[in-house]
């Protein structure tokens, strides 16, 4: 192998070396620049999600300063007149919700335990 290198070397004694002129100074400055300005774009594209986030937050929040104070109302009133509604019923009324609800239970559980065997 070392003939081989002597070899080499004596038959490019002559070529001249090339030369690099400023080539790799050249394309570190741009490789540089461009991540540079990858940087600066994805600064601005944070930017630009952070402001259009808080757009959406300030609208959301207008939306419910508006609108908040008659939802409010209104789901007041429906618990009021549920409120009313119950106060109203009769026990017997109460007892046959109660018993449709354990007769459903009960069909249930009985048609599982029938289907298991």
């Known amino acids: 192998m070392d003939n081989f290198d002597a070899a080499l ?3 490019f004694a002559e070529a001249p070396e090339p030369e690099d002129a ?9 490789v540089a620049w461009s991540e540079r300005i990858a940087q600066l774009h994805v600064a601005a594209q944070g930017m630009g999600l952070a ?3 808080a757009a ?6 207008q939306m419910a300063q508006n609108a908040g104070p008659e939802l409010l109302a209104s789901l007041g009133l429906e618990l009021v ?3 009313g509604a119950l106060a109203q019923a009769s026990a017997g009324a109460l007892m046959m919700g109660v ?3 354990c007769g459903g239970l009960g069909a249930g559980a009985f048609a599982i335990r029938s289907a298991r065997g």
Do not use: P
């Open 22 to 30: 400023g080539f790799t100074v050249h394309v570190a400055k741009r």
């Open 9 to 11: 070397k004596r038959a």
């Open 51 to 53: 402001a259009a986030g």
């Open 56 to 61: 959406v937050a300030y609208g959301v929040v």
């Open 81 to 83: 007149r549920a409120q």
């Open 99 to 101: 018993l449709v609800v």
